[in-house]
């Protein structure tokens, strides 16, 4: 256990619905990192915050995906009118700014 | 786009033998870092190595770094059951946003 949680760790949904996802960080650790990782794959970059700043956000990220980090404590991402094709894992990382990054267990995401 | 390439993509072994496994990357680093990730699960860090640095251990971990070539390795030695897992190589760049590779999987057989 890293310290970092994610909820929830599974959700099925049927596709056209939305899905929030929650990660809590370690609480100290300034910079929050969203990845989404395919099966077979490693992780690829979404998007990160330092505080509640939303300082990047990877191509990836399109316009159905949104992320928020109020108060620069939880962040939630989520994803509107799913798509099949965003099946996938969803990972959290906080960090101080310093390098190591901890991952928390991920969110697995089934669109039927 | 992932700026990684782990080789090999899957490595078989026997339970005490040394696994080694590269990564070979793109573009210019601040660090290189190695991470485990048992099935279905969230990733551990294992190692960092800084792009100043060529080797680093840690426990029966090691890593060098040949920023010349790009390029990574891990060693796992006197391998157990345990290390049963896909390992990924990442690259960070100035604001630390990690680029992985596709990861290689190693199955130690008892």
């Known amino acids: 256990d890293t310290g970092v949680s994610q909820n929830p760790r599974h959700k099925i949904t049927k596709r056209g619905q939305n899905v929030t996802f929650r990660c809590d960080p370690i609480s100290e650790h300034n910079r929050l990192y969203w990845y989404r990782q395919t099966l077979g794959q490693g992780p690829e970059f979404l998007t990160y915050f330092q505080n509640e700043a939303q300082l990047e956000k990877s191509r990836l990220l399109s316009d159905r995906f949104s992320a928020e980090r109020p108060k620069g404590s939880f962040s939630t991402l989520e994803i509107q009118r799913t798509e099949q094709g965003d099946s996938a894992m969803y990972l959290c990382?906080?960090?101080?700014?310093?390098?190591?990054?901890?991952f928390g267990p991920g969110t697995r995401l089934l669109v039927l | 786009s992932q700026q990684g390439e782990e080789d090999p993509q899957a490595l078989s072994i026997q339970e005490g033998e040394n696994a080694t496994m590269n990564c070979s990357y793109k573009?210019?680093?601040?660090?290189l870092q190695w991470y485990r990730q048992n099935s279905g699960r969230g990733l551990v860090h294992l190692i960092l190595i800084r792009s100043n640095e060529r080797e680093k251990h840690s426990g029966r971990l090691r890593v060098t770094l040949d920023t010349s070539k790009k390029s990574s390795s891990l060693l796992i030695t006197a391998s157990r059951a345990a290390d049963t897992a896909s390992y990924f190589c990442?690259?960070?760049?100035?604001?630390?946003?990690?680029?992985f590779g596709a990861g290689t999987t190693v199955t130690v057989r008892a």
């Open positions: 573009t210019s680093i601040n660090n």
């Open positions: 990442a690259t960070a760049s100035n604001d630390y946003k990690l680029s």
């Open positions: 990382a906080s960090t101080t700014g310093a390098e190591t990054q901890y």
